[in-house]
């Protein structure tokens, strides 16, 4: 089993920046993603990264703000958001997968935690 412990949340405004971190126990997680649920909508992909940290994927919205990364060591990923906008509110979701590389897939993942609120005012 692997449990995924996000945090890293909280209340931000307009253009400014947030780091959230997920840190994996249990076993060694191959590819992590990172994904949002904002209140009437359904779950998206926001970005993903593979074992070696070489390889990443990011969503269309994201793309140039968000940049995700991995510490093996600590068994953490990251999600830096910069440039935050109102329309990034939404609970951020950590998710595992232990074979396989970087997904937009949400069905791909194994794992998942609990989530972190992300509150962007304008």
């Known amino acids: 089993q692997v449990q995924l412990v996000e945090s890293g949340g909280g209340l931000v405004q307009a253009g400014d920046s947030l780091r959230l971190s997920c840190t994996a126990s249990?076993?060694?997680?191959?590819?992590y993603g990172w994904f949002r649920q904002a209140p009437g909508k359904e779950r998206e992909f926001v970005s993903s990264?593979?074992?070696?940290?070489?390889?990443?994927y990011y969503a269309d919205s994201v793309k140039g703000r968000f940049t995700i990364s991995k510490d093996n060591a600590k068994n953490t990923v990251y999600l830096q958001m910069s440039s935050l906008k109102p329309e990034d509110t939404a609970v951020y979701y950590c998710?595992?997968?232990?074979?396989?590389?970087?997904?937009?897939?949400?069905?791909?993942?194994?794992?998942w935690g609990q989530g972190t609120q992300v509150t962007v005012s304008s």
């Open positions: 998710a595992g997968r232990l074979y396989g590389g970087p997904s937009s897939n949400s069905n791909h993942y194994d794992y």
């Open positions: 990264i593979d074992w070696s940290g070489s390889v990443t």
């Open positions: 249990g076993r060694t997680v191959g590819t």
